[in-house]
């Protein structure tokens, strides 16, 4: 069992910065892909980065690529999603979600994940 417990949201306003963190509970932390996805109001969710077990590999959306960059600490057993440059249309709710096996080409899809952080809410203002 993996709880993932997501923080940093909040009021930017456009063109700003903010750091989520994705805290996970369990000794195998390194094990598990973490991923990154946002819902906004009235749209389905999507896919908006992730990182491997190790770290070694990332994958972002297109529409987030040179603005999000996101990072682990197998130390502190937390993930991070640094968005910067921030746009109105960024506003959403933004969730964190684990699994241990998932190939590349699968990062992107939230079926693929079984744990997920109850979302943390981030609000662009124009």
């Known amino acids: 069992q993996v709880q993932l417990v997501e923080s940093g949201g909040g009021l930017v306003q456009r063109g700003g910065s903010l750091r989520l963190s994705c805290a996970a509970s369990?000794?195998?932390?390194?094990?598990?892909?973490m991923g990154w996805f946002r819902q906004a109001p009235g749209k389905e969710r999507e896919f908006v980065a992730s990182?491997?077990?190790?770290?070694?590999?990332?994958r972002s959306a297109d529409s987030v690529k040179g603005r999000f960059t996101n990072s682990r600490d197998s130390a502190k057993n937390t993930v991070y999603l640094q968005m910067n440059s921030r746009k109105p249309e960024n506003t959403a709710v933004y969730y964190c979600?684990?699994?241990?096996?998932?190939?590349?080409?699968?990062?992107?899809?939230?079926?693929?994940?079984?744990?997920w952080g109850q979302g943390t809410q981030v609000t662009v203002s124009s």
């Open positions: 369990g000794r195998t932390f390194s094990r598990y892909a």
């Open positions: 979600a684990a699994d241990r096996n998932l190939y590349y080409s699968e990062v992107v899809s939230q079926n693929k994940y079984d744990y």
């Open positions: 990182i491997s077990g190790n770290g070694a590999s990332t």
